[in-house]
């Protein structure tokens, strides 16, 4: 079964920092590019970051920019996503996605799209 | 304030058909595929149209999807009360983000 599943979220203090994993199964997790997506209490979906197969390509969102770092660990069937400088406005149900098409750089991926994504973890940022 | 704009809700009576606007710009709808997202209160979203029209594995045919210009449609027909849910468009914009709509809540009747 293709499977992610996300942990690492719980309250933190606003300036902390966080670092979240999702553990991939059920697939051949280095053929696939990653995704972060952030669901704030009761609003949409928000883009964090997205990051190649082979971790050459990274991609941020405004909002995070310079703030979080996302990479994996292929051996590990892991992606992670460390959060620094946290912001109460950050607090959010991260969502670790599968990406379906091809990233490269200084052009959009034609096609993508985010096809399993995990149950979320949440993260609180709150004093 | 979400790049794509989406109506904030539809409904519609079971069996009928309800469809789900999605507009964006020539920066990103205008210039890539679209896809979108079913999300059913309490749940993770869940794809149900990729590349404008195409469907996963396991998606019943009563979702299609179309896009024109910078504006993408979802169509529901044969509405169940297991497809109320909330409902995200999404793709890629030149500016190397990904854009998705403020999300449509499906109320069925």
């Known amino acids: 079964e293709v499977q992610l599943v996300e942990s690492g979220g719980r309250l933190v203090k606003p300036g902390g920092s966080l670092r979240l994993s999702c553990a991939a199964s059920?697939?051949?997790?280095?053929?696939?590019?990653m995704n972060w997506v952030r669901q704030a209490p009761g609003k949409g979906l928000e883009w964090v970051s997205s990051l190649n197969s082979f971790s050459s390509y990274v991609f941020y969102g405004d909002s995070v920019r310079g703030r979080f770092t996302i990479s994996r660990d292929n051996a590990k069937n892991s992606l992670f996503l460390q959060m620094n400088s946290l912001r109460v406005e950050d607090a959010a149900v991260y969502y670790c996605?599968?990406?379906?098409?091809?990233?490269?750089?200084?052009?959009?991926?034609?096609?993508?799209?985010?096809?399993?994504w995990g149950q979320g973890t949440t993260v609180t940022v709150s004093s | 304030q979400s790049v794509l704009t989406q109506p904030p809700s539809v409904s519609a009576a079971p069996g009928q058909k309800v469809t789900i606007s999605c507009s964006g710009k020539?920066?990103?709808?205008?210039?890539?595929?679209v896809s979108w997202y079913q999300q059913v209160p309490g749940s993770a979203p869940k794809l149900v149209i990729y590349?404008?029209?195409k469907r996963p594995s396991g998606i019943p045919d009563r979702f299609s999807g179309s896009k024109s210009g910078s504006s993408a449609t979802l169509s529901i027909t044969g509405l169940q009360t297991g497809d109320e849910a909330d409902y995200y468009c999404?793709?890629?914009?030149?500016?190397?983000?990904?854009?998705f709509g403020g999300g449509t809540k499906l109320t069925i009747l």
């Open positions: 020539s920066s990103n709808i205008g210039n890539n595929y």
């Open positions: 999404g793709t890629w914009d030149t500016r190397l983000s990904v854009v």
């Open positions: 996605a599968r990406g379906i098409g091809i990233l490269t750089a200084n052009q959009p991926p034609r096609g993508y799209a985010m096809d399993v």
């Open positions: 059920g697939f051949s997790f280095s053929s696939y590019s």
């Open positions: 590349e404008n029209n």
